[in-house]
């Protein structure tokens, strides 16, 4: 094999290697991310429809204030509740607020899942030709299905 086609291999394959492979595992890794933010979000839709549904208007509750130590909670009106919205902020919102707010959230999310899911493909993609250039520069046979 001559100098020039082994070192056209060694670039693709440092390029699958040192730049496809770890944006891979990121765009994965935010992916994740987003579907974690995505069951909060669907987990707090279900609570809230819960209250409404059992028409809750307070309720006892053990609150985590840190390092998984909790305490007792007494929320005397549950028609208000403290929503994160980022950064650290809390909104107070009622039910109805809340519930849309939370769509909106969640129409967003899903967005984000598909963009994501669609870098992920991309890249896929690219690994698969980079791979492929590298067999015809080997010249392997395709192998047969």
């Known amino acids: ?53 059992n028409t809750v208007t307070s309720m006892r509750t053990l ?3 840190g390092a998984e130590i909790y305490t007792e909670a007494e929320a005397p009106d549950t028609q208000h509740i403290f929503v994160e919205v980022g950064h650290g902020f809390y909104v107070e919102f009622t039910w109805a607020e809340a519930l849309n707010y939370i769509a909106e959230r969640e129409k967003l999310l899903s967005r984000q899942i598909e963009e994501y899911t669609g870098k992920i493909g991309a890249i896929k993609v690219q690994i698969k030709v980079a791979l492929e250039a590298i067999r015809k520069l080997l010249n392997i046979p395709d192998a047969e299905l």
Not at 38 to 51: A, G, P, V
């Open 1 to 53: 094999m001559d100098t020039e086609l082994s070192e056209e291999i060694k670039t693709l394959e440092e390029f699958v290697e040192g730049r496809l492979k770890p944006n891979l595992v990121r765009a994965i890794a935010e992916r994740d991310k987003v579907f974690e933010r995505q069951k909060i979000f669907s987990d707090l839709r279900k609570n809230i429809e819960n209250l409404e549904k």
């Open 63 to 65: 609150v985590n204030i």
